[in-house]
């Protein structure tokens, strides 16, 4: 079964900093495209950050460019996000998946997280 828990989110300041990890299992993980999106209360899910299962290359939303780094470690089946100067607006739920098709990284037919939240404080 496969399964991914996300953890490292919490209470920020603006400015500040975070590092989301998503643990896998089930799965061959280092075959897999793995993204991390995002929701807010009354607000559609959004895609944040993607990356293809060698880490060659990644995909950053306008919104996080240049704050945040995703990245993975093959060899500990984990996917990481690393959040730098924190906003309000990226106060959200956050949630990883994993696909074996980086273009289909979005889909509800992903596997999914239970998700962790980060809010950030002005």
């Known amino acids: 079964q496969v399964r991914l828990v996300e953890s490292g989110g919490g209470l920020a300041q603006a400015g500040g900093s975070l590092r989301l990890s998503c643990a896998a299992s089930?799965?061959?993980?280092?075959?897999?495209?793995m993204g991390w999106f995002r929701q807010a209360p009354g607000k559609e899910r959004e895609g944040v950050s993607y990356?293809?299962?060698?880490?060659?290359?990644?995909y950053y939303a306008d919104s996080v460019k240049g704050r945040f780094t995703i990245s993975r470690d093959n060899a500990k089946n984990t996917l990481y996000l690393q959040m730098n100067s924190l906003k309000p607006e990226d106060t959200a739920m956050y949630y990883c998946?994993?696909?074996?098709?980086?273009?289909?990284?979005?889909?509800?037919?992903?596997?999914w997280g239970q998700g962790t939240q980060v809010t950030v404080s002005s």
């Open positions: 990356i293809t299962w060698t880490g060659a290359n990644t």
């Open positions: 998946a994993a696909s074996i098709h980086y273009m289909e990284l979005g889909s509800p037919n992903n596997y």
């Open positions: 089930g799965l061959p993980f280092d075959v897999l495209a």
